[in-house]
């Protein structure tokens, strides 16, 4: 296979393979930063960040819930068989919870990065809305 040429570009949107059913919602973002590392996005994609991220974390939250129930499954029956194979489910039920305990955490650390930037582009447009305001008034 063949390497695309040019930098990536995330296309957010439906993945009708894919096991996350979102909802398509179109664009594109992650223009690369010409003077260094990163990219820059727009306003409205840090939203579209922030809400994916989020949704995700609530995703894992929820998934976490039903993991709780395998780490607490009790056995079929009183035979050595049936406790020692609980024990090993209940262990598997808590790795679970485990991982998707540090995936929630993941999630809404990348959703706050992105909230942050939020509060960068909102405190950048009120130092332009003060220089515009700080203009003298009328034609010159």
Known sequence: MAVPEG??????????????????????????????????????????LVKEWTDLAKEYTDDRFDAELIAVAQP?????????NAEITRQSGRALME??????????????KYV??????ASEDERAASAVNQQPKGIL
């Open 7 to 48: 930098s990536p570009v995330y296309k957010p949107g439906f993945d009708p393979g894919s096991v996350c059913k979102a909802p398509p919602t179109g664009g594109s973002y992650g223009t690369p930063v010409a003077e260094g590392a990163g990219f820059k996005y727009d306003e409205a994609t840090l939203h579209e």
């Open 116 to 121: 942050a930037a939020l509060g960068k582009y």
């Open 99 to 112: 991982a998707l305990d540090q995936r929630v955490a993941y999630c809404e650390n990348m959703a706050a």
């Open 76 to 84: 079929p029956g009183l035979e050595y068989a049936s406790g020692d």
